[in-house]
């Protein structure tokens, strides 16, 4: 029998006794570096939407993606780490770096996939919903109540589905990051296996840290260095309990 969620969270925080100091630098490192890279991106698309210059944006974009594939490599240096915790082995900072030295290819892969997915389940109602912010003189959807409800129900339609599909996903980082051997596609087959009938509690776990993440944001963001760490070890004494041979 699955634990309840409140048992999980009672676990993570018990896992989280004296580690903070780890996975909080792990977070504020990881978070440092990647806004550090984005920095000269974002000013590119900036500059490149001021001035008309296509090739700035387009490289601004690219630089932007390259720079969200070394934060999945991140995520999964921190999930690591989190997992060295919740089965109480020891573990340091520069386990952050651990999928950048081991088949950094696969996290790689994986991060294009899910980019993929998203832009896949969001562009049929973008597509929709650019004519009626365009407003243009040939066509004017502001009109027409059906245009404007297919463009909406399609992008709601598009998120929904994108979030049942993360949520079967969710637990191939996890995965990836506990075996070095496994294929990306493998990973996400034995994820959708393991959240087969648990998508629903999954769901329920992320919805409850909805209030501690406004608090966070409330905070100056200064209290989401303790609060992002609380959820991830929650999601990975999740992973773990779904787990045949693990116990949290």
Known sequence: MKKKNALLKASARQNLLGHYKTVIAALFLSGFIITLLNIPFTNMIRQGAAFAAVSRMITGLI?????SLISVLFGAGISR????????QNTALKDIFYPFQNRPDRYFGYGI???AVSILCQLPGTVCL????SETDEFSPLGSIGWTF???SLYVIGVIVLIILMLAWSMTIFILADDMDIRVMDAIRQSRR???GNLWRLFLLCLSFVAWILFG???FLIG???IIPYMTQSLTCFYLDLLPDETV
């Open 224 to 226: 989401l260095l303790w």
């Open 81 to 88: 780490i989190h997992l060295l915790l919740a089965r109480g």
């Open 113 to 115: 996939l899910v980019m």
């Open 194 to 196: 393991m959240m087969k």
């Open 150 to 152: 297919l463009a909406i």
């Open 130 to 133: 650019i004519p009626i912010l």
């Open 63 to 67: 630089g932007i993606v390259i720079v």
């Open 217 to 219: 944001f409330l905070s």
